[in-house]
C-alpha cells in the first residue's frame, strides 16, 4: 500500500514552467513505478510520464515530449514532474500514480493522488 500526496500546481503563463511533486508513503517506495496522468475539461485522463522503479527508464506522452521531464528520489519518496514551455492545452488536474508491475503498464496504476490544478493562461 502507497498514500500518495502531490503538490507545486499553479498558474503560470504560457512559456512558463512549474515542478510538480509526489510524496509517497509507503514500504518500500522503489518497489512502484511511478507515473503521472491528467484530465482536461471536458476529456478522459491520459497518461502524460512514467518512470521505472529506480529511475533508469523513462516515458513520455508524444504531446509532452521534449517539454516535460519525470524524475524520483527514492532516498525522499518522492517523484517529479517538471515542466517547460507551457501551453494553454496542458491545463489540467493533474495526479500522481504508482504501480507495482515494474512494466508500468498503463491499466495497472492502483494507487493514486489527489490531484493537483495545473492552469496555463494564454
Known amino acids: 500500500q502507497v498514500q500518495l500526496v502531490e503538490s507545486g500546481g499553479g498558474l503560470v503563463q504560457a512559456g512558463g514552467s512549474l515542478r510538480l511533486s509526489c510524496a509517497a508513503s509507503?514500504?518500500?517506495?522503489?518497489?512502484?513505478?511511478m507515473a503521472w496522468f491528467r484530465r482536461a475539461p471536458g476529456k478522459e485522463r491520459e497518461f502524460v510520464a512514467g518512470?521505472?522503479?529506480?529511475?533508469?527508464?523513462?516515458n513520455y506522452a508524444d504531446s509532452v515530449k521534449g517539454r516535460f521531464t519525470i524524475s524520483r528520489d527514492n532516498a525522499k519518496n518522492t517523484v517529479y514532474l517538471q515542466m517547460n514551455s507551457l501551453k494553454p492545452e496542458d491545463t489540467a488536474v493533474y495526479y500522481c500514480?504508482?504501480?507495482?508491475?515494474?512494466?508500468?503498464?498503463?491499466?495497472?496504476?492502483?494507487?493514486w493522488g489527489q490531484g493537483t490544478q495545473v492552469t496555463v493562461s494564454s
Open positions: 500514480a504508482a504501480s507495482p508491475d515494474p512494466l508500468g503498464i498503463v491499466s495497472n496504476y492502483n494507487y
Open positions: 509507503g514500504r518500500t517506495f522503489s518497489s512502484y513505478t
Open positions: 518512470i521505472s522503479r529506480y529511475g533508469g527508464r523513462t
